[in-house]
């Protein structure tokens, strides 16, 4: 159970989880589907009632239920001024009625955490298929809620709180969408796991399409847009894209690594490319997913010199932060 150690100190956040298991599938799969098992447990409580998967589990060290979102909680704080209280213990939401609705839905994270838990349980699934043969059957019936929300409301998500809402929300985020297509992508993978071949196929051809057209409406020129909407100077790390040359499904073009790589490149500054064309900072957890795109060793190294410069460089001595401006190599946060 991992803890977040800035926000509000949520504990087995899966947008926490899912930057951190590159490692874990490197060295102990077994820890993945660990990080997994919670999530997959609360989200069964009946005071989770929403068809899209949770946030986390509780505030560390109490696992206690989902505490992000909880309006009025944040709200009574708010108006008696003292913000909310760092060592505040949260109530037992677990063990709560479907009718006791503790949370907000505006500020839940949807497509974000469908994508991610998908993603995930795809991936452990090509790693140890044996092994998930047996595990899936218990929780296919939450994959398939979960991609039928990304399915309905995933190529063109409405505005929505993302793990990279530091700039402000977005509506008709693309890197948002590309996330959603490879969780319909995991799904296919999943049904194949299990022996369901023709409506894997049919899961398969249904992410294509949606790549073709997100492919379609986002790029202008050299690259893909922010938002479906945004100007043709927009622009951001499309790193959810990395699952499309780690599950070998090829539904985006090899052009479309191309061109972004290379323009990721051409807006680098001097400790690495921003998160989006909004801010001169980035995320060094995205940025090195964007480089693991490329198919150039060279193009690694690069993003990962200039990500090595700002450790050694940076006038802030805190442990490595994962939230940096690229221009001045100081901590943004976390």
């Not at 998500?157 to 590309?178: K, R, W, Y």
């Not at 398969?204 to 790549?211: C, F, G, I, T, V």
């Not at 847009?225 to 959810?240: I, M």
């Not at 801010?279 to 090595?308: P, Q």
Request: contains cysteine; charged residues 25%.
């Amino acid at each position: 159970l991992s803890k977040e150690c800035f926000s509000n100190g949520c504990i087995g956040t899966v947008d926490v989880t899912y930057p951190s298991t590159p490692m874990f599938f490197c060295y102990n799969p077994e820890l993945v589907r660990g990080m997994l098992r919670p999530i997959l447990k609360f989200a069964r409580m009946s005071v989770w009632t929403f068809d899209f998967a949770p946030h986390d589990v509780g505030r560390y060290p109490y696992a206690a239920g989902q505490v992000y979102g909880l309006q009025p909680h944040q709200k009574a704080f708010a108006d008696v001024g003292t913000g909310e209280e760092p060592g505040y213990v949260f109530p037992l939401f677990y063990l709560m009625p479907e009718n006791a609705v503790p949370y907000c839905l505006n500020n839940q994270m949807p497509v974000e955490e469908c994508g991610n838990m998908l993603i995930l349980a795809a991936q452990l699934a090509r790693m140890e298929p044996e092994t998930e043969r047996q595990n899936l059957p218990e929780h296919m019936d939450l994959y398939r809620k979960w991609v039928r929300y990304l399915l309905a409301y995933g190529l063109d998500p409405g505005e929505q709180l993302c793990t990279d809402d530091f700039a402000g929300h977005l509506a008709h985020n693309v890197n948002l969408s590309i996330k959603a297509i490879m969780g319909v992508e995991a799904f296919a993978i999943l049904l194949e796991t299990i022996g369901e071949k023709e409506e894997a196929e049919v899961c398969h051809r249904k992410a294509s399409e949606m790549a073709e057209e997100v492919y379609s409406r986002a790029t202008c020129g050299n690259h893909t847009k922010l938002t479906f909407d945004g100007d043709t100077e927009s622009w951001s790390l499309k790193y959810n894209a990395v699952w499309d040359r780690l599950f070998g499904s090829s539904l985006f073009p090899e052009q479309f690594y191309r061109d972004e790589i290379a323009y990721y490149g051409e807006k680098q500054n001097r400790f690495g490319t921003p998160l989006d064309s909004r801010n001169t900072y980035t995320k060094s957890d995205w940025l090195m997913w964007s480089a693991a795109m490329s198919e150039n060793r060279d193009t690694i190294s690069e993003f990962a010199a200039r990500m090595r410069d700002f450790l050694r460089m940076s006038p802030d001595r805190v442990p490595f932060t994962d939230w940096y401006e690229t221009d001045t190599a100081r901590e943004k946060g976390m």
